[in-house]
């Protein structure tokens, strides 16, 4: 069964750091890139940026350059997102999903892991 | 970036009635050598990510019903329900995936009157 599967809730407090994982299955992981998004509650989707599984090149929604780190670990198809300095309005349901390569292949997004919720209070 | 405006934000329909939703981008999302159109439409329900139902801005995804239809090109867009139905209550989004950062309007939420 073709999947993407996160980590779970995580609450955090204003200045730490969040590491969220995206297991991969039931496809050949580096045949496509990992999309990550977020969702602030009630709010609309926002990209985060995009990994290369094959050859972990990034591309980041400016207005998070410095602040996330987006890796892959192809021996266990798993996709990871590391967002740091959290702030309150970090708050959202992370979603990581799969896309073709995101300049010779964009595409619409079909897989969709289930989501990840962080929490940032203090 | 390429900025996404829908409208209207919200929407009440009845049962079995058309619903119409709009997407307008800042910059045109085709590419003219490919002629294609870099537009995605998408629903998403409470509690779930959301669902691809439209790519290339008028192709149905596989399994999608067909009262579910697209049209448009360049900067204009819509998406039409044809007879809305109980299960298809829920926010609907347009996505451009013609350049990076990859950007999604703001939703529509639709609801049975």
């Known amino acids: 069964q073709v999947q993407l599967v996160q980590s779970g809730a995580e609450v955090k407090k204003p200045g730490a750091s969040v590491k969220v994982s995206c297991k991969a299955s039931g496809y050949t992981f580096t045949n496509y890139g990992i999309s990550w998004l977020r969702q602030a509650p009630g709010q609309g989707l926002e990209w985060m940026g995009w990994i290369s599984t094959y050859n972990s090149y990034t591309n980041f929604a400016q207005k998070l350059q410095g602040r996330v780190t987006m890796t892959t670990d192809t021996s266990t198809s798993t996709a990871y997102m590391e967002l740091r300095s959290l702030r309150s309005d970090d708050t959202a349901v992370y979603y990581c999903?799969?896309?073709?390569?995101?300049?010779?292949?964009?595409?619409?997004?079909?897989?969709w892991g289930q989501g990840t919720l962080v929490t940032v209070s203090s | 970036d390429i900025v996404m405006t829908q409208s209207p934000d919200s929407l009440v329909v009845s049962l079995g009635e058309r619903a119409t939703i709009n997407c307008k981008s800042s910059?045109?999302?085709?590419?003219?050598?490919?002629?294609?159109?870099?537009l995605a439409w998408y629903q998403q329900k409470p509690g779930q990510p959301p669902k691809l139902l439209i790519y290339?801005?008028?192709t149905r995804e596989s399994g999608v019903p067909d009262r579910f239809s697209a049209s448009g090109s360049g900067t204009d867009f819509t998406l039409t329900i044809s007879s809305l139905q109980a299960e298809d209550v829920a926010v609907y989004y347009c996505q451009q995936y013609h350049s990076t950062p990859r950007t999604f309007g703001q939703g529509t939420k639709v609801e049975i009157k």
């Open positions: 910059q045109s999302v085709l590419y003219s050598s490919k002629n294609k159109n870099y």
């Open positions: 290339w801005a008028s």
């Open positions: 999903a799969r896309e073709d390569d995101i300049v010779q292949l964009p595409s619409a997004i079909r897989l």
